[in-house]
């Protein structure tokens, strides 16, 4: 993350929840690298120095351990540049710990609303089970009264 952005970053994250702690932790690097640069600068001294010697005319022997103290001076030159090169590309220089409590927004219904609903539903099956009682009633008062008429016709008939 950008250092710029981080404002922005941190709104976002309160939008999903309450912020309960944030701590930051920032190590400073600028030392480091000053002496890194410090170290390469030497270095490159030293290589340059190396190579003047190289012009000078001396036993073969001192020739390769000189090419070869070179060569390790190179090395060294070329790892100071992979370490500098990490202060360019790594942004990890400050540590962000938060702890965040989720917030759930409840859209609440009104009391009045609850009650309102709980009355028309109430009022909807107190009806249909009073409709439903009043037709069992009538069919069994159809019943009571059909019944009897029906034995009587078939003991009417069942004489004969």
Request: aromatic residues 6%; charged residues 30%; positive net charge.
């Amino acid at each position: 993350m950008r250092p710029e952005k981080f404002d922005e970053v941190l709104q976002e994250v309160r939008r999903v929840g309450r912020l309960i702690s944030l701590h930051i932790s920032k190590t400073d690097k600028t030392n480091e690298f000053k002496e890194l640069e410090a170290k390469r600068l030497a270095l490159t001294k030293t290589r340059d120095a190396l190579v003047q010697l190289k012009s000078k005319s001396g036993k073969i022997e001192e020739l390769v351990n000189l090419e070869n103290r070179i060569l390790e001076v190179e090395n060294q030159i070329q790892g100071l540049g992979v370490k500098l090169g990490e202060f360019d590309e790594t942004n990890e220089f400050c540590t962000v710990k938060l702890t965040l409590q989720e917030s759930m927004t409840i859209s609440g219904i009104p009391l009045a609303q609850r009650i309102k609903v709980a009355f028309e539903w109430t009022v909807k099956a107190y009806l249909g089970l009073m409709v439903t009682a009043l037709f069992g009633f009538l069919a069994l008062l159809v019943l009571a009264v059909l019944i009897p008429k029906v034995r009587a016709l078939f003991a009417l008939f069942g004489d004969k």
